[in-house]
């Protein structure tokens, strides 16, 4: 095995443009952002004859990303890595070096002394055929480069995982430590995707791939037969993607696409959930999904009776069909009264659903690979709570995004002691057991359900399931390493297969 990548060295002026008043290229914080969590040392190189307001600039974004800023001499460049050798420590590897092509003889001579020069030319790797030296057109192929070497060094004792997500819900991950480029102690490096770029040159470098696919959703129509894919329009990105995983089966996703469809749908799941009944036995507590009505209009003059058949009392709570993609799939309302559903403003079709009495306490159930993790959250007030509210505010329905905030009632607080009795009822193997289920009948690795025990019962009752949680109140420590055995035994599995 040879010398891992262990550094990664950037020439400032592939960071700032040269202007009078510098700036950042309109892609170095993307990359900078991907580089910050990867568990490399990071730093920007540049000369002593540098504008002390360019300096100033790279300081601000070194600080900002915590990387290391190093005066890297063009003429004595030798004499700065001794620098870098104090500040670094005994990295235990190689240092790749990004430098524009007109430095590429003045650093030439690091290769030397075993730094790994990459350059960056406009022209890409045609431009470096004739000199050994990779090249770079864009500084989004660096993350590619940097896990081929390292791959190239360790051989296949190493798993590369793409991943492709919202930049925001990329940072969440990677902060946390879960996206190292640097391998992971069970062999993961992980490999940031991009549209920017071909795709089949980067998955030529991956063995399985992370998404959150719903990131990428353009539109959802339900319209259609259920089991029919044509329901949901990808980006062009993501259906280039779900199109080269189909033809190439040494690259595939840890989730398929087609797997996480039923999720996108509520009705679909509340009917998956119905087959929990089989788990439950008469002498213990029940495991179920609330009941349910799908309305495709809330003006039906046969709307009460229609909910009455489907076991709904009233306060209900009203949630789109649609669970996630779309810009108001979190519009929800609770009515109190069946008036209230006339005109209501939730996007159709819909689903009303049980509301279930549970202390203001919900519990986040995380499934990741064989190994189940929960959390516990302060939720809705029960509905006598919610129902005194909204007669005191004449406020009826309650219409609220449960994104951004759930409804609470001004003056009411659950007391420590529900709370506590809540916790306490939660039953961890009944949990278990469906968690398990879940997984076998919707055939994900890595999900996640919202469960809460009805008051009175002692039901727990899942009133929610997602993909690729955040899974972010289970400690890093715990979470993390779960994460990347997940990952693993699923490549593992499939291998074999």
Known sequence: MGSLVKGVMIHESLLIHDYATPSFHSSAHSLARKLRHSNLHIGISFSPSLPHNKVSVLKKMATEYSFDCFLLDDESSVDGVNEIALSWGGIGGKILFLVPSDKKVAFGQLSNLGWIIVVFDVEGAGACESSGVVCISKLEELPMIICASIRKAIGDGVVTVGYIMKPSREEDFAKRGAFPMNPSPNGLMFLPLTFELPLQSQLQLVDIVLHKATDEIISVDLSGSPESSNRITFSAGMQELQRYMEQDSDCFAIDPLDKIYPVLDRLKIQQI????????????????????????????????????????????????????????????????????????????????????????????IYVLGEQVFYAVKKSIPNADVLTKSSERNEVRPLLFDSLKSLPTSTGHSTGADSIKTNVNSFDLELVTGAANWLARKLDLTIFGFDVVIQEGTGDHVIVDVNYLPSFKEVPDDIAVPAFWNAIRHKFESRKRR
């Open 273 to 364: 959930l119905l087959g929990l009944d089989a788990l439950n036995k008469e002498s213990c507590r029940a495991i179920r999904g609330p009941h349910f009505l799908k309305v495709n209009g809330f003006n039906d003059p046969d709307l009460a009776q229609s909910l009455s058949e489907a076991k709904l009392s009233l306060p209900s709570i009203v949630k789109p069909q649609v669970a996630c993609g779309v810009a108001d799939a979190h519009s929800m309302a609770i009515t109190f009264r069946v008036e209230d559903f006339k005109d209501l403003n939730v996007p159709l079709p819909a689903i009303v659903q049980e509301y279930v009495d549970h202390s203001s306490t919900i519990f986040k």
